[in-house]
């Protein structure tokens, strides 16, 4: 479903206020699963959440090739890929996180963190808030 209305919209020219969107809405999603209780409202959120991973793998991609130069863009997205796998470490650290305050403590902090530094980069940098503007 995502990746649908990805493939679906229109070029966006404002890529990090996309960004600071499909990271909010995810992390409201994300703490709102935390609260659920019903297999109903469950599976709402993890609709939300794969529509919304969606957007946000595919972003940051755009804005990569989009803010470099043209002969570093294969190695940027290249080192871009390696640095990804990392998120296996934050599953590592969220598994231990969730053995020491809970999961839905974990789910929270988690993503206020997380919003929290998507907030910073766009609010601190207007480098970071013009990509894809001038394309």
Known sequence: ??????????PIKR?????????FVWSIDIIAFS?????????LAWVIN????????NTPRTMFQ?????????RVIALFGLVS?????????????SEAIGPQAT??????FVLSLYQ???FRSSEFRQIGQDS
């Open 1 to 10: 479903m995502g990746a649908v209305t990805l493939m679906m919209t229109p």
């Open 15 to 23: 890529l990090a206020r996309t960004l600071i969107i499909v990271a």
């Open 35 to 43: 609260f659920t209780s019903t297999l109903w409202a469950t599976a």
């Open 50 to 57: 794969i529509a919304t991973v969606a957007w946000w793998a």
């Open 66 to 74: 989009l803010a470099v130069k043209d002969e570093m863009r294969g």
């Open 85 to 97: 796998h990392a998120l296996a470490f934050g599953w590592f650290v969220g598994g231990l996180m």
């Open 107 to 112: 789910f929270i902090l988690s993503r206020v």
């Open 120 to 122: 910073l980069a766009y």
